[in-house]
């Protein structure tokens, strides 16, 4: 979707994140980014008919839904490392679980973690203190840098990117049960993680200000 013209809002919160963007790694305030999505379970009503010489393997245009399971995509586009959590559901307590995962278990030697993420209401400091005990609620925020993606501009996070790459090399095809679509979704993180892909990201704040121009208020004075 484009933002409406002269949306001081949105070029507020890309150039925001751009700035980010253009930080150099360091290991003790590691840049990550997460976002989510969501994959339809499918099981079949007949057996697929299995490969043959010059023929795919085939399946019956009939299926049954199984319910839908939700993927949190965490990456750190400067390290080539990523994290892939599947849930039952992507509630305000999955979002402060999964932050405090972020913390304690996938960076627990850094001061703080420089997070870019969307602007969903269960993506907030407020979540933590509807999970936790006020103490531990604040003990991860200090831990957190957030940085909101404008509306409209979930394209301005990178993990939005890699959430692509999954559905192409992995989600793109019938799962029938969430046990599955964990060890399928478990095999590619590994995979992807060995090969330590990384982000090249090169929209900066000039580019924006040249090829979004429209999107700039005029200065009243």
């Known amino acids: 979707m484009i933002p409406p013209k002269a949306n001081s809002t949105f ?11 253009t930080r150099p790694y360091e290991i003790k305030r590691p ?7 969501s ?3 499918i099981g079949e009503t007949r057996l697929p008919l299995p490969f043959g010489v010059g023929l795919p393997q085939r399946y019956d245009y009939e299926y049954l839904r199984k319910g839908v399971s939700n993927l949190f995509m965490v990456i750190e586009p400067l390290a080539g490392r990523r994290q ?3 849930t039952d559901r992507r509630t ?11 913390v304690d278990k ?9 997070l870019v993420l969307d602007n969903l209401n269960t993506q907030t400091i407020a979540s933590l203190y509807e999970a936790f005990e006020p103490r531990e609620a604040r ?17 301005l996070n990178m993990a939005e990117i890699e959430l692509s790459v999954l559905n192409q090399q992995c989600l793109d095809r019938r799962i029938p049960d969430q046990a599955t679509l964990e060890r399928e979704v478990a095999a590619w993180e590994e995979e992807r993680n060995r090969a330590a892909a990384t982000v090249n990201w090169r929209f900066t704040t000039d580019d924006a200000r040249i090829k979004l121009k429209k999107l700039y208020p005029s200065i009243q004075r």
């Open 11 to 21: 070029i507020s919160r890309m150039e925001d994140v751009l700035e980010v963007y």
């Open 31 to 37: 840049l990550v980014c997460m976002d989510e999505t």
């Open 39 to 41: 994959k339809q379970l």
């Open 84 to 86: 892939v959590k599947v």
């Open 92 to 102: 305000r307590l999955d979002w402060a679980e999964l932050m405090r995962e972020l």
């Open 106 to 114: 996938h960076y627990p030697e850094a001061e703080v973690i420089t």
């Open 139 to 155: 003990r991860i925020t200090r831990r957190l840098e957030l940085h909101y993606t404008p509306k409209h501009g979930s394209w």
